[in-house]
Structure formats: structure tokens, C-alpha cells
Nanobody, 125 residues
Framework: QVQLVESGGGLVQPGGSLRLSCEDS????????MGWFRQAPGKEREFVGI????????YYADSVKGRFTISRDNAKNTVYLQMNNLQPEDTAVYYC??????????????????WGQGTQVIVSA
């Protein structure tokens, strides 16, 4: 059974950093897409970034570009989200996701069926 297990959230001051991890357990092969979405209270789940293995590239939302970095270790079926220069508007529950095959609309949360339990990130002074 596929299960996404996240870790690494917490409380951080503006300008600080956090690193999230997510293991895609239960698979015997790596998913093409591994990445992250987030959801703030009262808002729709939004795209943060993904690693697309088949395309050997990563995609990021404009709001996090230059501050967040996604990396992955296929041997461990694990994806990481390094978040630097965090701001209060980054406060949200962060969800890990994976998809076996690539999808052109990778930024749309409705194209994913596998989700982690979510990890809270709070950026506050």
C-alpha cells in the first residue's frame, strides 16, 4: 500500500529556514512526479513545486521561486523541500504528493490521488 509520510514542519521566524521530508513508501519503483502543495486556512490547496523525473527538471510556483528548493533521492523514494527566507504568507499545511506518470497540468491538485497527512508550517515573529 502506497503511503506518503512527511516530517519537518514547525514554527519559524520570518527569514528563517525549514526542511520538509516525505517518503513514498510501499512502492517498488519511483514515481515520476514527487512534490509539494500547501493549503492555508480558508484557501484552496495550491501548488508549491514538483520534481519531474522523466523530464529531469523541477517546477516551482512563482511565489516560492528562488527561496524553495526541491530535491529527491530515488533510492529512498524520498523528496525534500528546503525552504529559505520564509515569510508569514508561507504559513500553511504542506502536503506531499506523488504521481506515477507525468501530467501536463502538474500544478493542479486535482490530478493527484496520493497525499501525505500534511505538516504544519508557521512563520511568525
Amino acid at each position: 500500500q502506497v503511503q506518503l509520510v512527511e516530517s519537518g514542519g514547525g514554527l519559524v521566524q520570518p527569514g528563517g529556514s525549514l526542511r520538509l521530508s516525505c517518503e513514498d513508501s510501499g512502492r517498488t519503483f519511483s514515481s515520476d512526479i514527487m512534490g509539494w502543495f500547501r493549503q492555508a486556512p480558508g484557501k484552496e490547496r495550491e501548488f508549491v513545486g514538483i520534481s519531474a523525473w522523466s523530464r529531469r527538471t523541477t517546477y516551482y510556483a512563482d511565489s516560492v521561486k528562488g527561496r524553495f528548493t526541491i530535491s529527491r533521492d530515488n533510492a529512498k523514494n524520498t523528496v525534500y523541500l528546503q525552504m529559505n527566507n520564509l515569510q508569514p504568507e508561507d504559513t500553511a499545511v504542506y502536503y506531499c504528493t506523488s504521481r506515477v506518470r507525468h501530467h501536463v497540468n502538474y500544478w493542479d491538485f486535482r490530478n493527484y490521488n496520493n497525499w501525505g497527512q500534511g505538516t504544519q508550517v508557521i512563520v511568525s515573529a
